[in-house]
């Protein structure tokens, strides 16, 4: 069976033959929130995805930020809530970093069963649009940065969340240390380990800052 993708089981055997240490993969798919989803599978099935697709099911595509579903995507109900095949993108098979035992990670594209690409599915939709620019002569470029909070696990005496403390010397700040360079000093082994994991999978990830709230960092 041809992949509609493009992707080829020649690239899966050739990572296989590389990495014999990675024993499981996580399959993903990513659905309109930009969130992963999909399953996690063993070494032995990854050849088989490559040369015939993986079924999952088509609500994925349909389900809202906290995973329920969207009733009203018709993506449920109205489709007996059943499976569409997903396909390898070409090119992102990498292994993650820092998982144990050794894992690797492959993005997918939902697809029709007769291989036509799933309208819903929000990479080929972003697909489709880059094509309408491209035949216009036009090539869109984009820099995207990650603003996230780094969390305690326990609350303070108010039940509320509060800042980590600072992996190197166990600091924690409450007040706001925009642009700070010595208050990101202090979770430097962290950010080492998310550029480790970034270059693993071909991510150009750069530069990082401290930002306008405790406990704040944006990459």
Partial sequence: M?????????????FLDAHPEIEAFDIVLTDANG????????????????????????????????GEDVHE???????????LRAWPIPGTLVPLHGTSPPRGQVLMAMYHLDGQPMSSDPRLALKRQVERLAAKGLHPAGAFELEFFLLANER???????????VLDGRRSAKTEVYSVDHLHGMEPLFSDIYAAAKAQGIPAE??????????SEL
């Fill in 207 to 216: 530069t990082v800052i401290s930002e306008y709230a405790p406990g704040q």
């Fill in 35 to 66: 969130i992963g989803r999909g399953k996690i599978v063993r070494r032995h099935e990854l050849m088989g995805i490559f040369e015939g697709g993986r079924h999952l099911p088509i609500s994925i595509l349909g389900l809202d930020i906290t």
């Fill in 156 to 166: 303070d005496a108010d039940g509320k969340v509060q800042p980590a403390h600072a």
């Fill in 2 to 14: 041809t992949s509609p993708s493009g992707s080829t089981p020649t690239e899966a055997k050739a």
């Fill in 73 to 83: 995507t018709g993506l449920v109900w109205d489709t007996g809530d059943g499976d």
